[in-house]
């Protein structure tokens, strides 16, 4: 490990993540982006209402560098991990605090939960199973949340 300079290899780890926004954005097509403004709007309102919501829950899930995890949440909601990389780096350029780390742990587990929602909805929804898919995935999540929240464990001071 002598060989890798950390401060090189996080400058490089940026610039690269911030060409990868660069590119997300430029290749969004103006056309099919104005045929379809309405649902977008639509969506775009409801996901950062859902984004503000998780980051207000933020202070109570997270004990530790609560800001940088929800603000990592956050950016991780909205469905593009360099988002959330490029949002932790403005409040924690260095990664001081080890919120990649403990995220990488986290989507160890996440993970595999996630690719089965994400193989299993198109079938679902092309069995006509759209709504169940939907409620049982909302009630996984639900409950998710509420262990987070209110975790069964007691904490000793």
Not at 132 to 148: D, K, N, Q
């Amino acid at each position: 490990l002598r060989y890798v300079d950390p401060r090189t290899t996080a400058r490089l780890c940026g610039t690269a993540t911030d060409f990868l926004v660069v590119f997300g954005i430029a290749s969004i097509d103006l056309r099919v982006l104005m045929k379809y403004a309405f649902p977008l709007l639509l969506l775009f309102a409801f996901g950062t209402l859902l984004c503000w919501a998780l980051f207000l829950l933020g202070a109570r899930v997270f004990r530790q560098l609560w800001f940088e995890k929800a603000l990592y949440t956050w950016g991780w909601a909205v469905g593009v991990m360099a988002i959330a990389i490029s949002l932790l780096r403005t409040v924690d350029p260095d990664n001081e605090g080890g919120v990649l780390d403990d995220f990488a742990l986290a989507y160890l587990v996440i993970g595999p939960v996630e690719m089965v929602c994400l193989v299993s909805a198109p079938w679902c929804i092309s069995q006509g199973q759209a709504w169940t898919f939907a409620l049982v995935c909302s009630a996984l999540g639900a409950g998710l949340l509420a262990w987070s929240v209110f975790p069964l464990r007691q904490e000793t001071r």
